[in-house]
Structures are given as C-alpha cells and as structure tokens.
C-alpha cells in the first residue's frame, strides 16, 4: 500500500512539473511523467510502474487535454510504449539489485559459519596440544598454544565488522596487556593491511612481544618497548626497540621462533633484521602491506 501511495505522490510531483512547464509555454505531453515511471519500479516493481504509467496517462487525459483527437491518441501510445520500455530495463536493474543483495546477505553467513568452524578448530587444536604434551615438553606446547591464540586474534580482526584493518589496530591487540604500566609506545603513520598479511604479522608480533616477557625489556619494572611505524621507498617500516635496564645477552643460534618469524615475512614478501645491542634488541621489519 505505502509503494502505491508514494507512486501517487510521484505522479503528483510530475504533473507539477507539466503544468510549470505549461505556464513556461513549454509544449511536453507526457515528458516530465517518465521520471515517476522509472522511480516506481525501482521501488515497488511491475504493478507499481503500470499503476504510475496508466495514473500518469489519465492525469494528462483529464488535466490537460481540452479535446482528446488522432494526435492525442497517438501521444498516449507513444508514450505507453515507451513507458513499457523503461519498466522493462528498471525491472532488470532492480532485479539485479535485488539478487546482488541476496548474494551479499549469503556471503555474509557463509562468512559467519566459516570463521566459527575456524576458531573452533583453533580451540580444538590448543586443546589437542596441550592434552598430547607434558612434562618436559609442556612449555612447547605452550608456546605452540599461544602462538594459535595469536593466530585466532588475527582471524578475529581480519573477519570483524570493521571495514579496514590496520598495522597499528594489530599491534595494539597484541601488545595490549602491556600498555597499561606505560611500559610500550606505538607512534607513527598506520597503514591498511590485507587481511593474509595481518594474520603473518600477527605471528611476527606475537613471538617478538613473548621473547620482550621471556627476555627482554618487559621481563620486569624498567624496561621500554617503543615501536616506530614508518615507510621507504614504498615499503612499509616497523621499527622494534627494546630499552631494557639490565644486559641482554643474544641468543646462541637461531631458534625455531626466529625461524619462524622469517617464515612468516617471507611469505608476504617482507624481511627482518635483527641487532642485539646494549640496551636491547633493536628489529628492523619491512614488508608490503597489500600482497
């Protein structure tokens, strides 16, 4: 009913426009009703757009023809023709429009299912770990745990209703229960990451904020950790410094988290360098954030 009562208001509106036309001297029949023909089937389709065709044609009938002849009749076939050729090129587009819609509401539960089934298969997974690993090998299931949850977090920013991810957005999650104490900083441009890149950084950032607990600055009071976000030549730059109080001593060969820190920015094209200086570690990473 609302679809039929708005179509009256268009038609309404169009015949306003004829009679200003007519006052102007303008000689339009059926012209300005063209606009509420095509307006009415994208709103309400079919019926709506024959009601406002054969409205618009008894408005002009009645309104503003003295004496209906030849000409006239002629006019009205006209113009019925041609709104029969509007309806039928709107209904397509609004036809479009409307499986476009369908499509993109599916997609959206298809999306939903998915990321539970995944996050439920991550859990799954940590549970599997940790009930398959004790004793001494407990810690490395830990760490294999922990490295899943960062995983999870990466998968639940990346299919979260926020349009656009970005570097700082990943940062901020992973390094969060360590900003309250003041103890870290993030300062520098942002840029949007694709979501394969946030979950490869996510593991980058993960493994680098547990070796700053385990090791590093953020193993006790006094240490800093101060993240610099910068770009060259095109490139996205983070810059990981650690100022820790007491002596650092590097590590004596490469670990599997190292290894697998290179692994993971391999993989979106970016690199590491890493300096163990006095007062801490110092990280270079470079990468593309739209791969």
């Known amino acids: 009913m609302t679809t039929f009562l708005l179509t009256a208001l268009a038609v309404a509106v169009s015949a306003a426009s004829r009679a200003g036309l007519d006052l102007a001297g303008a000689t339009v029949s059926y012209a300005p009703f063209f606009p509420c023909?095509?307006?009415?089937?994208?709103?309400?389709?079919?019926?709506?757009?024959?009601?406002?065709?054969?409205?618009?044609?008894?408005?002009?009938?009645?309104?503003?023809?003295?004496?209906?002849?030849?000409?006239e009749a002629v006019n009205l076939a006209a113009f019925l023709t041609?709104?029969?050729?509007?309806?039928?090129?709107?209904?397509?587009?609004?036809?479009?429009?409307?499986?476009?819609?369908?499509?993109?509401?599916?997609?959206?539960?298809?999306?939903?299912?998915?990321?539970?089934?995944?996050?439920?298969?991550?859990?799954?997974?940590?549970?599997?770990?940790?009930?398959?690993?004790?004793?001494?090998?407990?810690?490395?299931?830990?760490?294999?745990?922990?490295?899943?949850?960062?995983?999870?977090?990466?998968?639940?920013?990346?299919?979260?209703?926020?349009?656009?991810?970005t570097l700082r957005m990943l940062l901020e999650a992973e390094l969060q229960p360590y900003r309250a104490s003041g103890a870290v900083s993030v300062d520098g441009a942002d840029v949007q990451l694709a979501p394969d890149v946030m979950r490869h950084l996510a593991l980058v950032f993960h493994e680098l904020a547990t070796n700053a607990v385990k090791y590093g600055a953020l193993r006790g009071e006094g240490g800093r950790l101060e993240v610099q976000l910068t770009q060259d030549g095109g490139r996205n730059v983070v810059s990981w410094r650690e100022l820790n109080p007491r002596p650092v001593a590097p590590p004596q060969g490469e670990g599997f988290g190292t290894r697998m820190i290179r692994a993971s920015l391999a993989a979106i094209?970016?690199?590491?360098?890493?300096?163990?200086?006095?007062?801490?570690?110092?990280?270079r990473i470079r990468f593309e954030a739209d791969r």
């Not at 409307?98 to 539970?116: D, F, P, Y």
């Open 82 to 165: 041609a709104a029969a050729l509007i309806i039928w090129l709107a209904n397509l587009c609004r036809d479009a429009l409307l499986e476009l819609k369908r499509s993109e509401h599916a997609r959206e539960l298809l999306l939903g299912e998915l990321r539970h089934r995944v996050n439920n298969q991550l859990a799954l997974f940590q549970s599997i770990v940790r009930s398959s690993l004790s004793g001494e090998d407990r810690d490395k299931g830990e760490a294999i745990v922990r490295r899943l949850d960062a995983v999870a977090r990466a998968n639940t920013l990346a299919w979260s209703d926020q349009r656009i991810m």
């Open 269 to 283: 094209g970016g690199s590491i360098e890493q300096d163990y200086r006095d007062g801490g570690l110092f990280c």
């Open 37 to 71: 023909i095509l307006f009415a089937t994208l709103l309400g389709g079919v019926p709506s757009a024959i009601f406002a065709a054969w409205l618009s044609a008894a408005v002009v009938l009645v309104g503003f023809t003295e004496r209906p002849g030849p000409a």
